[in-house]
């Protein structure tokens, strides 16, 4: 095991720094400087290989140290009892333990590892358990002392984050060996169970917690199943067939950068049969147009109406609370009334339009745009306005539910303002076909794709990221609903002009294969 360690983080190490230099020479400002004798050269290695490591470990403590942050947030805003933290924090472990597997997900560093240096499958995956656990021990127990909280307690908790880890580990594998399959391809199982522990999560506002003695009975609990869990895992010795089946070369690289896009958008043979009515009235590109939108049926209204059934169940559940308890309506009344800025942030999230500009490229664009009819700026722009048009009806639905939920709370609350129903119903629908064309603006003056579905532009990650930290700003905004949403609207309409116009004059000439 030490020795699989060792080379395991050698791989990694040389991975990192080659992948650093590569990033390098991609920069404008950098690419003429460095050739490729750079990956051949000892002190740029040795340099990238410190500055490669140091970022990692940098990203490694960073990333946890946001993960606690949020939940601090969001134990701090539903009650200041510390008791609020440990219980939020006990429940996100708990959704861990189906959400962050690493054991059976394709990566490039188990692709070179397994199948290219032909390391022990099952001595690789000891390794990579073993290393998992221990850098979340020592980063957990970081970050609780960081934070100021009961080291005692924290000390428990990431026992049994430890212990579900790798119980949620086996039931994996469990779940993989009867069904060649993963949980969560297992849609409506899989969505049901996270949006139960989600709410439960804030049952804290209602003062129902969590207790330390379900606490410490719950990790000692997990510590005894998480031991005969990890002998199950040690137990199976057909890894190497599994990791080769998984870990295929493509599957590796659409897994690292991509987040597995292609398994995301893929079209299932049932969908390609399409109803004749629906494009007998169609000509042109518009026929064209509805026979990919058609074709995606599945992919795109699946998840849409699974997040529009999880907001109306949401909505009934926080209904029935304000009904029955005063104090928490009034709560509710002055988050609806005050941080409307946290429904940008939600509306970031369940949007669609990032999966729909994967799924145009990954089953339509890459093949068309070899094709200089396809790259004409009429049939550019023509597609564009199509797709926006259905995107925006797609979004549609969850936007309509959440800007009637909001209106029927304030109603429960007391509010009596119509000026105010008015400005959030039409902030919320707006906001809704902001995003949709957000997500299609960038992708089509920003395109970042090969034919590969490899990322291949830093600027698309940067955009993404600025979108998600100015949604992240908004919902930290206390404000009144009624001037954020004439403020929002505003705004909205300025960049859903302005983006149109960009769209127009250089679309043409930025939508294409990279």
Not at 64 to 93: A, E, G, P
Not at 96 to 110: H, P, R, S, V
Not at 459 to 471: A, E, F, R
Not at 480 to 506: A, D, M, P, R
Request: charged residues 15%; hydrophobic residues 50%; proline residues 1%.
């Amino acid at each position: 095991m030490i020795r699989t360690l060792y080379y395991s983080l050698k791989i990694d190490t040389y991975y990192a720094i080659n992948s650093f230099i590569y990033l390098l020479r991609k920069l404008p400002i950098l690419k003429d400087l460095f050739t490729e004798d750079a990956y051949t050269s000892k002190i740029l290695k040795l340099l990238s290989g410190f500055f490669g490591i140091l970022l990692s470990f940098t990203k490694m403590v960073f990333s946890r140290y946001l993960y606690f942050l949020i939940i601090y947030i969001i134990s701090n805003y539903i009650s200041k009892d510390n008791r609020t933290f440990y219980h939020v924090f006990f429940i996100f472990s708990i959704i861990g333990m189906f959400i962050n597997n690493k054991l059976l997900t394709a990566n490039m560093k188990k692709y070179l590892s397994i199948v290219v240096f032909k390391m022990d499958a099952k001595n690789y995956l000891k390794y990579n358990l073993f290393w998992t656990l221990l850098t979340n021990l020592s980063l957990n127990s970081l970050c609780f002392y960081l934070f100021n909280l009961d080291m005692k307690i924290g000390f428990i908790l990431v026992l049994f984050q430890l212990g579900v880890r790798v119980i949620g580990e086996s039931l994996e594998l469990m779940y993989f060996r009867k069904y060649a399959n993963f949980w969560y391809n297992n849609t409506f199982l899989y969505f049901s169970i996270l949006s139960i522990l989600l709410l439960f999560s804030f049952s804290p506002a209602i003062n129902l917690f969590i207790n330390q003695d379900m606490i410490f009975i719950s990790t000692l609990a997990s510590i005894v199943i998480s031991v005969v869990s990890y002998f199950y895992i040690c137990s199976f010795n057909d890894y190497t067939s599994i990791f080769k089946r998984i870990n295929t070369l493509s599957n590796a690289i659409n897994n690292d950068l991509s987040n597995n896009r292609q398994s995301i958008v893929e079209v299932k043979k049932k969908d390609i049969q399409i109803d004749e009515k629906k494009i007998s009235t169609k000509n042109g590109y518009d026929y064209f147009n509805t026979i990919f939108f058609e074709r995606h049926r599945d992919i795109l209204l699946r998840t849409v109406k699974f997040i529009s059934f999880v907001l109306i169940v949401s909505y009934i559940i926080l209904g029935i609370f304000a009904i029955d308890n005063k104090e928490f309506s009034i709560m509710l009344n002055d988050f609806l009334s005050n941080r409307l800025g946290w429904f940008v942030l939600i509306m970031y999230f369940i949007n669609r339009g990032s999966i729909v500009t994967q799924a145009m490229f990954y089953n339509c664009d890459h093949a068309m745009l070899k094709y200089n009819f396809y790259r004409e700026p009429s049939v550019i722009i023509g597609l564009f306005k199509m797709r926006l048009k259905t995107i925006s009806q797609i979004n549609l639905l969850p936007a309509l539910i959440i800007s009637f939920g909001n209106a029927i709370l304030l109603f429960i609350g007391g509010e009596t303002s119509v000026l105010n129903f008015v400005g959030m119903f039409l902030f919320i629908i707006l906001l809704s076909v902001f995003f949709s064309l957000h997500y299609l603006v960038i992708y089509y003056l920003l395109q970042p794709y090969n034919q590969e579905m490899q990322m291949k532009k830093l600027s698309y990650s940067v955009v993404s990221l600025i979108t998600y930290l100015i949604c992240y700003w908004a919902s930290k905004l206390y404000v009144s609903s009624l001037t954020f949403s004439i403020i929002g609207l505003v705004l909205c309409i300025i960049y859903i002009l302005i983006s149109l116009k960009i769209v127009e004059n250089y679309a043409p000439r930025t939508f294409k294969i990279n």
